[in-house]
């Protein structure tokens, strides 16, 4: 952590500087409008928060501190994290330190293994992954420190105590939730000399003779990492944060978000979906029936899981990341055939249903087809994956919050009378008590 911390403290004073002439100087002038549609519409597309850890252009996909994702997909999660902390990948020393400095703190106390056994047999693995980290918050740095009165210009050093103790937790939590939950077996220890992602992968208990599910897990956990600030799970924890709630209440409580099925659960629903199509046609099925496949799930008021998104208009670069490492690998597996002609028929059905913006695949369209192949076959504990490589992005996206003395979120909201006043809307007929907008 010394270097990490380090380049940090380096940093931050130019950050505070630049914001606040930013803000000095053109602290009046418009960024965003908001429609009447906008406002009803799950706020897309206004540009009203900042997040400097990555952006998502619609037509490049996921960059991290200004790179494509897919020029670092080869990087390490440490590595990520780093960048995403700091602007910087991280020299060979500072990599080393970091890594060291996990291992210092990845053991997980033992209340967390009692709370975790006395929930119910069936509970999700993300509820248990969120109930774990949450019991944790008694070991909070910010906590202490804020309590002992700690200046506001520090609040990000306690911040990252937190966020390196529970990082370097979160594997050991995870694997252990596994094994417990899907009787796996005994919980299997860390190995020293070993990376995050490898044992990890290690602690799953995965059989992996050649190291291939090992890097399956690196580039599972690179690729998830973080995905700019405005959805579900990234702005839920930054909701939080923002009212000094430390990193783990925040933490937690986007995990909460990235449990929906519109959001990370996507993941476990879009390999179902998969498996669906495989088992009715008895193996991957010709392009007709795929189509028609495609039909029945729309006409029947569902989505299609694994496609579309709220902000990006072309193929998911981290789709195509495990596309092209599921083709590498094993090219002639029966799932990942699916996988590949869904996505070459569902861009289509889906442009020709004309409803959703973009028919294109997203990252979940993947992944799961990724982990199925190496014998990780629970689907309820996919999001897990997605999870604890998303820690990644929120607390980083805290640290940097923290630094740059990111204020408590407050948006107004208004009353559907307000808009239909505001609009000069005619006011509905009809029954004036069940109406949102009664007459006078
Ligand atoms: N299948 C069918 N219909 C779809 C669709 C899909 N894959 N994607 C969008 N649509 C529909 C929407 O449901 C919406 O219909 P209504 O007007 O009837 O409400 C319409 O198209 C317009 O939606 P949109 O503006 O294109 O998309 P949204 O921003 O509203 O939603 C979602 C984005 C990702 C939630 C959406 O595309 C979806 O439900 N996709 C399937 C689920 C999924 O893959 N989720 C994972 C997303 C990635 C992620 O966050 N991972 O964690």
Known sequence: MATLKKALERKIPRWREEIRSLVKEHGDEQISQVSVRQAYGGMRGIRCMVCDTSEVPPDIGLMIRGTPIG????????????????????????????????????????????????????????????????????????????????????????TLEDALNLLARLPGIAAGIYRMRFKKGKRISPKKGLTWSENFARMLGIPDKTGEFADCMRLYLTLHCDHEGGNVSAHASHLVGSALSDLYYAVSAGLNGLSGPLHGLANQECLGWILQVNERFGGSPTDEQLRKFAWDTLNSGKVIPGYGHAVLRVTDPRFAAFREFGLKHFPDDPILDTVDKTYRIVPEVLKEHGKAKNPWPNVDAASGAILYHYGLREFSYYTVLFAVSRSLGMCSQMIVARAIGSPIERPKSVTTRWVTDTVGAATPSGDGKTALVSKA
């Open 71 to 158: 020029e670092l997909k080869d990087r390490t999660p440490e590595e990520i994290f780093y960048l995403l902390c700091t602007g910087d990948l991280p020299d060979k020393r500072a990599l080393s330190a970091l890594g060291t400095d996990l291992n210092e703190r990845r053991r997980v106390p033992t209340y967390v293994w009692k709370v975790l056994e006395a929930m119910p047999k069936d509970s999700h693995p993300m509820c248990m992954l969120d109930t774990a980290i949450l019991v944790m918050q008694r070991d909070s740095e910010f906590r202490r420190a804020y309590s002992e009165g700690i200046r506001r210009e520090d609040y990000w050093k306690p």
